[in-house]
């Protein structure tokens, strides 16, 4: 079972290299740091759900974390607006294929069953939170119970999303944003403290990954968790 103190670990060594490596891979620089930093998000909350299921003591076959396709089917309201008459006989005629493959980072299913999903961001700004609202909209009107969440190194989203106080408020911007997508209760986790700087990307300017802020991360999963034990 992986511990906080392995996940900090993990985020030293690679990052204070990350640099290092960029230049000495094959890849675009900032291809290979931009791959390297999604990728080690991912590996950050994958082992924090980990951790979250087995502080509930919730048995480690219960626990699956995937993230494959969810299909979207096509409305047959829309389809019924279509006006030119062929094109929606042709829709209709050929229903069963008009479906849309969708998936976000990590979906964990407890039992079998789909219980949340969590978007893994390097860093996140507002035109991101579009996207991002937008594919939980999808996903929810197959899937409408499960809890949506998005875990970021960084935050690029003003407020005090990259403060990491006890209450976030967020920001005026992305509260108004979210306000039009009121089937998401999306809530977003900063691991890193201090706001994104393009100027003082974190593989050159580093930034600690605090394990007072990973624990806070496994208590938040362990408390939505925890009902399914």
Same mark, same amino acid.
């Given at each position: 079972?992986?511990?906080?103190?392995e996940?900090?670990?993990?985020?030293?060594s690679?990052?204070?290299?990350?640099?290092?490596?960029?230049k000495?891979?094959?890849?675009?620089?900032?291809?290979f !740091? %931009?791959?390297?930093?999604?990728?080690?998000?991912?590996?950050?909350?994958g082992?924090? @759900?980990? @951790?979250a299921?087995?502080?509930?003591?919730?048995?480690e076959?219960?626990?699956?974390?995937?993230?494959?396709?969810i299909?979207?089917p096509? %409305?047959?309201?829309y389809?019924?607006?279509?006006r030119?008459?062929?094109?929606?006989?042709?829709i209709?005629?050929?229903i069963?294929q008009y479906?849309?493959?969708l998936?976000?980072?990590?979906?964990?299913h407890?039992?079998?069953?789909f219980v949340?999903?969590?978007?893994?961001?390097?860093?996140?700004?507002?035109?991101m939170?579009?996207?991002i609202?937008v594919d939980?909209h !999808?996903i929810?009107t197959v899937c409408?119970?499960?809890?949506?969440?998005?875990?970021?190194l960084?935050?690029?989203?003003?407020?005090?999303?990259?403060?990491?106080?006890e209450?976030v408020y967020g920001?005026?911007?992305?509260?108004?944003?979210m306000?039009?997508?009121?089937?998401?209760?999306?809530?977003?986790?900063t691991?890193?403290?201090?706001?994104?700087?393009?100027?003082?990307?974190?593989?050159?300017f580093?930034?600690?990954l605090k394990?007072d802020?990973?624990e806070r991360?496994v208590?938040?999963?362990?408390?939505? !968790?925890?009902e399914?034990?």
């Amino acid at each position: 079972m992986p511990s906080i103190n392995e996940i900090i670990q993990t985020y030293d060594s690679i990052l204070k290299v990350a640099d290092k490596d960029a230049k000495e891979s094959e890849r675009a620089y900032g291809g290979f !740091l %931009r791959s390297l930093k999604g990728k080690l998000q991912e590996y950050i909350t994958g082992e924090i @759900i980990k @951790i979250a299921w087995h502080s509930l003591d919730g048995g480690e076959s219960r626990l699956e974390v995937n993230s494959k396709k969810i299909r979207i089917p096509i %409305r047959l309201s829309y389809v019924h607006k279509i006006r030119e008459t062929e094109v929606r006989e042709y829709i209709l005629q050929n229903i069963e294929q008009y479906q849309y493959g969708l998936s976000v980072d990590k979906h964990i299913h407890i039992d079998g069953k789909f219980v949340m999903a969590i978007e893994c961001k390097a860093f996140t700004e507002n035109a991101m939170i579009k996207r991002i609202l937008v594919d939980f909209h !999808l996903i929810k009107t197959v899937c409408p119970n499960i809890s949506c969440f998005l875990f970021q190194l960084e935050s690029q989203l003003t407020g005090d999303y990259s403060a990491l106080p006890e209450t976030v408020y967020g920001s005026v911007s992305t509260h108004s944003i979210m306000s039009y997508f009121e089937d998401v209760d999306l809530h977003i986790f900063t691991l890193l403290e201090g706001e994104r700087s393009i100027t003082k990307p974190i593989h050159t300017f580093f930034k600690p990954l605090k394990y007072d802020n990973v624990e806070r991360a496994v208590k938040l999963l362990e408390s939505y !968790l925890k009902e399914f034990v």
